[in-house]
C-alpha cells in the first residue's frame, strides 16, 4: 500500500518498517474497522460490531475530511453502517460496495471504494497496483475539488 500511497503524493516514502522510519503521511489519515487480527483474516460480525465505536470516535476528529477510501468491502460496510449510526445517512438504498465504487454522501463527503489491498487480492491479480493508484488519484482529485 505505501509504495503507491507515496506515488499519489501522500506517502512521504515508498516503504516503512517501523514507528520511527520517517514515514510522514500528507493529508491523509489511516484506521481500521478492526482492530485485532481476527482467525483466517475474516472479522465475525461481532468483532466488527464491538470495534464500531473507535470510527465512531476517530471520524468527527477528522475536521477537513473531504474524501473516504475503504479498503474492501469490510472498510466500506463498516463506513457505511457508521453514518447510519450517527444520522448522515436515513438509508443504505443507492450506496453499494464495489471497487471503483463513489458515492457523494449528504454530508459532502465522497465515499470511494477499492478492492482490500491483501495479498490474496494482488497476487491473483484481482487488484493491481495501477487500479490502486487510479483509486488514490480520484481521491486526490475529489479532494481538491472540495
Not at 125 to 146: C, D, V
Request: with cysteine.
Amino acid at each position: 500500500m505505501f509504495p503507491v500511497l507515496h506515488e499519489a503524493g501522500y506517502a512521504s516514502q515508498p516503504t516503512s518498517t517501523s514507528r520511527e522510519d520517517g514515514l510522514k503521511l500528507t493529508d491523509m489519515w489511516i484506521t481500521a474497522c478492526v482492530r485485532c487480527a481476527p482467525p483466517q483474516n475474516k472479522p465475525t460480525p461481532e468483532e466488527q460490531r464491538i470495534c464500531a465505536p473507535w470510527i465512531d470516535e476517530e471520524v468527527p476528529l477528522l475536521q477537513q475530511l473531504r474524501v473516504v477510501v475503504a479498503l474492501g468491502k469490510i472498510g466500506f460496510d463498516a463506513y457505511v453502517a457508521h453514518l447510519l449510526r450517527t444520522g448522515v445517512l436515513g438509508a443504505r438504498s443507492g450506496i453499494a460496495f464495489g471497487h471503483g465504487a463513489e458515492c457523494r454522501l449528504p454530508n459532502g463527503v465522497t465515499l470511494l471504494g477499492t478492492y482490500h489491498p491483501s495479498l490474496q487480492n494482488t497476487n491473483t491479480g484481482k487488484l493491481t497496483r495501477a487500479m490502486f493508484r487510479e483509486i488514490f488519484n480520484r481521491a486526490r482529485e475529489l479532494s481538491e475539488l472540495g
